[in-house]
């Protein structure tokens, strides 16, 4: 999660959304630590998320032909260019400070690097600037920066460099939207020619896996220091030692970088030598541009437009394991009422809505956290409190008898969703009918761009809203660095409207943020977890849904999972055929 929202489109409309889920910070009593956006995706047992390749679905529009994969086939050759949509639209900077952005991550992974970045078929860090970290106590962090890489204009990295990139971060006047992550960091330092040295008030066991993110990028110091405020704008532009090059930003239009002839890392050479990102938003010129070749591919294909793109014969559907969580945030009225809130989601046809308004691209999900983010801890035991977790399918005796407990209310309970959105005003839809077969009665509000943006960024939810639709990512795979911001009284829960509040759950999350041992802190998730889901349930989860990406026959090879957002995804595309 992280401030500033992403903007992410879901139907027709352009909407903000992501929050930390791509991109959200805010000050955190417990969690100040994290403030992060972990792994988070499908975890069905009838989708895997370990394939090693991936399948388009069938023109047939069958959900049962969706395979999820981690990759598209690899590629055979290489291209001399390529065009690559990205429709959440223009980049807002470039400079890695400010990249609270989809367009931003999407394009950044190529062109800068970090000390350790997400490979995102593991979703674990693995070297890069850094030949190794090490953590000689817990409160230190030490890296050694690899030597002989160079930045574009032929200068060395030194320490210094990466030093000086990382203390950016943390400095307010330069209105970065990262600085909680480094809450507890009291220096950051250049300990040697190729060494740079962490170190914290208190443990931080997140910080390294949040560095491998958006929030870790190195940049050129004197260069930062010259560009000052301009750095990352169309005309400062940036300076990294990536596999791409930037040659141009022409904002509103297009982006255009090219591949380093002098970049260190061999085994990620690039394959394409140019490539366009155009900035579409629209569904509708996105289709047309897929359809038509404009466009060689995209990630993010929205569901509406799932369908046209299914029975295509230029190109193919790809659907891999995706950070997203869909979810239902209660705010004021009736949703203050625990029975009310478990009442809804137990009558909630997650199934229904995977099916209808996502087009079969979603997996019904159980809590805030799916189990797709298991992957860093110890997935078995994990997986097995999850499936403890009431929601598979609906229970609506269950669920009558918590309205009639709440006493039957015949207040509408009014649904926030982003006007123009087909998913949202779907799912609305859904829970609508579903609310009623439990004498609930629910009205649907369209809310603005502006409203929408208001509720991602915390600032608060409209007066006339009592619970809204909320787009969530996050970035790694661990479980226990995302729900603070959902079940944490405000304000380190800065997205609970409705001020859930429940010490043991705040104690147990705490402590599983500065346990080293994962088993402990994977049993402290799972305390915290029963409580806010199962007794309380502080939030209403909805589905899950998958990564889908589009791309022409001509090109292959790139992740269809994410975080290939924070990695050089673009060197592993190349040409379909020889």
């Known amino acids: 999660m992280r401030n500033n929202a992403l903007l992410k489109r879901r139907g027709n409309a352009v909407s903000t959304a992501g929050s930390l889920g791509l991109f959200r910070c805010v000050p955190t009593a417990i969690w100040v630590l994290v403030c992060v956006v972990v792994l988070t995706a499908c975890g069905s047992s009838n989708k895997s998320s370990t394939s090693s390749g991936n399948r388009s679905s069938t023109s047939s529009g069958s959900t049962s032909a969706i395979h999820l994969g981690t990759v598209s086939p690899a590629p055979k050759g290489t291209l001399p260019s390529m065009t690559w949509d990205l429709p959440y639209g223009d980049p807002q900077s470039l400079d890695y400070i400010k990249s609270s952005y989809f367009s931003n991550g999407a394009i950044l992974g190529n062109l800068c690097e970090q000390l350790y970045r997400i490979n995102p078929y593991t979703g674990q860090p693995e070297p890069d600037l850094a030949t190794s970290v090490s953590r000689p106590n817990p409160l230190t962090l030490v890296y050694t920066i690899r030597k002989g890489v160079r930045f574009w204009d032929g200068h060395l990295l030194t320490a210094e460099d990466a030093a000086y990139s990382l203390e950016r971060e943390i400095i307010p006047a330069l209105g970065g939207g990262q600085a909680i992550f480094f809450a507890y960091v009291t220096s950051i330092a250049a300990t040697g020619p190729h060494q740079v040295t962490i170190r914290f008030s208190k443990p931080n066991y997140l910080l390294q896996d949040e560095l491998a993110t958006n929030s870790g990028f190195i940049a050129e110091a004197a260069y930062l220091k010259k560009a000052g405020k301009s750095y990352g704008t169309p005309h400062g532009g940036i300076m990294c030692t990536g596999p791409y090059k930037l040659v141009s930003w022409t904002s509103g239009s297009d982006l255009v970088m090219t591949a380093n002839p002098d970049y260190w890392d061999k085994a990620l050479t690039p394959k394409v030598k140019t490539i366009t990102f155009d900035f579409v938003a629209s569904t509708s010129a996105l289709t047309t541009g897929l359809l038509s070749g404009s466009f060689d591919g995209s990630f993010d294909v929205p569901a509406a437009i799932i369908p046209a793109l299914r029975s295509a014969t230029v190109g193919h559907l790809y659907y891999g394991p995706s950070t997203e969580q869909d979810l239902l945030l209660p705010v004021r009225g009736l949703m203050t009422d625990p029975r009310i809130r478990q009442a809804l989601s137990l009558a909630l046809n997650r199934a229904q809505i995977a099916k209808v308004a996502y087009s079969g691209a979603a997996t019904p999900l159980l809590s805030i956290v799916p189990p797709y983010v298991f992957g860093s801890n110890d997935p078995s035991l994990l997986q097995s409190a999850y499936n403890q977790l009431p929601g598979a399918t609906p229970d609506v005796p269950r669920a009558k008898a918590l309205v009639r407990e709440a006493g039957s209310p015949q207040t509408p309970i009014t649904f926030g969703y982003l006007g123009g959105d087909q998913v949202q005003l779907d799912v609305g839809s859904i829970l609508q009918a579903d609310a009623a077969a439990i004498g609930l009665h629910v009205k649907l509000v ?24 909320f787009p969530n990512y996050n970035l790694f795979r661990t479980p226990v660095e995302e729900p603070g911001f959902f079940v944490e009284p405000p304000p380190g829960g800065y997205v609970n409207f409705d001020h859930y ?29 029963k409580a806010w889901q199962t007794q309380d349930t502080a939030v209403i989860p909805v589905v899950a849904p998958d990564e889908v990406a589009f791309a022409n026959n001509k090109v292959t090879g790139f992740p269809t999972v994410f975080p290939y957002f924070f990695y050089p995804w673009a ?8």
Do not use: W, Y
Request: hydrophobic content about 45%; cysteine-free; glycine content about 6%.
């Open 446 to 469: 369209p809310l603005t761009n502006a409203q929408v943006f208001s509720i991602d960024s915390g600032v608060g939810a409209p007066s006339n809203v009592d619970l809204v639709f």
């Open 501 to 529: 509040s429940n010490p043991t759950v705040t104690r147990d999350l705490l402590l599983s943020l500065q346990t080293a041992d994962v088993v402990k802190s994977d049993n402290l998730f799972i305390a915290a977890q």
């Open 571 to 578: 060197t592993m595309v190349g040409a379909s055929g020889s």
